[in-house]
């Protein structure tokens, strides 16, 4: 009997622990074109990066921009890094996007959609949350407003912890 | 059985091309971060709501014929 307890006690345990270590795989690599230089992911370890993968023509991903520019610029100085990936197979789409809507953040490019095949982009936009040990820690399916207050909380989580 | 040979690998043959041409026409999945032409204001089903809009309701009141569109209005007069 004590022993039957035991077995569900663990069972239980790694019922709640599995969820929380489930995502903690490196985030997959990228080097991409950016407005300038080329955007390495890399280049972030060490800061809380919230990867965004948006398109021209997605409506919920420009009501997203100004809410990451606000990130970007409050949380910016404790190490958050916005970067957002543009899935648009032509580059002119995205820069027309970019003038009407502007960004404060790093912005990538990849008309391949490669890197969206590699972290598994089932909608638009996604976006991923990835910690200072460069990995993956969160994944959110498109942007809603009333989403933001518990995103922002997860950021401020992830940036307290070294 | 020497004059069924060339036959079989004419079958063969054929079998070959048939999947290489099935292999041609098997459609990929359209995946998210590509439905920038689907998303295009010409690719609607309705192009313009009020248009629309516009054209069901002279349907309705020029050729008195409510319902037919949508679910709701059967005739009964109460619309």
């Not at chain 1, 077995?7 to 080097?31: D, N, Y």
């Not at chain 1, 969160?138 to 950021?155: S, Y």
């Not at chain 2, 040979?5 to 026409?25: E, F, K, N, R, Y």
Request: contains cysteine; aromatic residues 8%; glycine residues 10%.
């Amino acid at each position: 009997m004590n022993k039957l307890v035991r077995i569900v006690a663990s069972l239980l345990m790694l019922a709640v622990l599995a969820p929380s270590s489930g995502l903690a795989a490196k985030a997959e690599g990228f080097t991409l074109q950016g407005r300038g230089a080329p955007v390495d992911l890399s280049a972030y370890r060490g800061r809380v990066v919230y990867l965004d993968f948006w398109a021209s023509w997605c409506t919920p991903c420009r009501k997203s921009f100004p809410w990451m520019n606000a990130m970007q610029k409050q949380y910016g100085k404790y190490g958050l890094e916005v970067v957002a990936v543009n899935l648009d197979e032509n580059r002119g789409l995205a820069e027309q996007f970019l003038r009407q809507t502007p960004a404060e953040f790093t912005v990538a490019f990849d008309p391949t959609g490669r890197t969206a095949e590699h972290y598994r982009v089932q909608v638009m936009p996604s976006s991923y949350l990835i910690n200072r040990n460069g990995e993956l820690v969160a994944e959110h399916k498109g942007f809603r407003r009333v989403d933001t207050a518990r995103l922002e909380k997860e950021i401020r989580q992830l940036l307290a912890s070294r | 059985m020497r004059a069924l040979l060339p036959g079989v690998a004419v079958g063969l043959l054929l079998l070959g091309g048939c999947s290489a041409m099935g292999d041609a026409l098997k459609f990929e999945d359209v995946k998210p971060w590509q439905r920038g032409v689907l998303a295009q204001d010409d690719m609607q089903l309705v192009p313009d709501a009020m248009e629309s809009y516009a054209d069901d309701h002279l349907y309705f009141s020029k050729e008195a014929a409510t319902g037919g569109k949508g679910v709701g209005g059967g005739g009964c007069g109460c619309n």
